[in-house]
Antibody, heavy 116, light 110 residues
Framework: EVQLVESGGGLVKPGGSLRLSCAASGFTFSSYSMNWVRQAPGKGLEWVSSISSSSSYIYYADSVKGRFTISRDNAKNSLYLQMNSLRAEDTAVYYC?????????WGQGTMVTVSS | QSALTQPASVSGSPGQSITISCTGTSSDVGGYNYVSWYQQHPGKAPKLMIYEVSNRPSGVPDRFSGSKSGNTASLTISGLQAEDEADYYCSSYTSSSLVVFGGGTKLTVL
């Protein structure tokens, strides 16, 4: 079964850091671009970052550039998002969908809450 | 990176057809045939319904169709069913090699 499972979310204070993980299974992870997309409570979807299959190309939304770092380990079938200098407005469910211009597989998401 | 513009809500009765618009610019929707549509039920992850403007992934009913004219893309759902009630989001590839989503449209089946 093709599956993505996000983990690593939790409660963190403003200015703090958190590392999210996304475990992939059921497909050849190393062949696909991967992404992070977030959704604040009661709000719409926001694209956060993308990484190509071999990590050659990496892109960020302006809202997280300089604070978040996307990476992947194809040997471990895993995607990561290192989040530093967290702000209240980063509070959201974070998803790690598969794909380049269309996101065809999504996990259940992991909740990140930034609050003092 | 401005969000694409969608109507906040649309509604229709069972069996009817509805269309959701998604307006961008020549740097995103109008410049590329990489518009996607996602359906999201409350508390669930989004589901890809349309990719590359008008293509349906396997398993998506043919009641769902997509199109584009200029800087505006559209999702049409024909033969509306109760289970179609959900939030719908469009997205587009952009000239900056980024992805931008629309603000979302809440579909109510009356």
């Amino acid at each position: 079964e093709v599956q993505l499972v996000e983990s690593g979310g939790g409660l963190v204070k403003p200015g703090g850091s958190l590392r999210l993980s996304c475990a992939a299974s059921g497909f050849t992870f190393s062949s696909y671009s991967m992404n992070w997309v977030r959704q604040a409570p009661g709000k719409g979807l926001e694209w956060v970052s993308s990484i190509s299959s071999s990590s050659s190309y990496i892109y960020y939304a302006d809202s997280v550039k300089g604070r978040f770092t996307i990476s992947r380990d194809n040997a471990k079938n895993s995607l990561y998002l290192q989040m530093n200098s967290l702000r209240a407005e980063d509070t959201a469910v974070y998803y790690c969908p598969r794909g380049e211009d269309a996101f065809d597989i999504w996990g259940q998401g992991t909740m990140v809450t930034v609050s003092s | 990176q401005s969000a694409l513009t969608q109507p906040a809500s649309v509604s229709g009765s069972p069996g009817q057809s509805i269309t959701i618009s998604c307006t961008g610019t020549s740097s995103d929707v109008g410049g590329y045939n990489y518009v996607s549509w996602y359906q999201q039920h409350p508390g669930k992850a989004p589901k890809l319904m349309i990719y590359e403007v008008s293509n349906r992934p396997s398993g998506v009913p043919d009641r769902f169709s997509g199109s584009k004219s200029g800087n505006t893309a559209s999702l049409t759902i024909s033969g509306l069913q109760a289970e179609d009630e959900a939030d719908y989001y469009c997205s587009s590839y952009t000239s900056s090699s980024l992805v931008v989503f629309g603000g979302g449209t809440k579909l109510t089946v009356l």
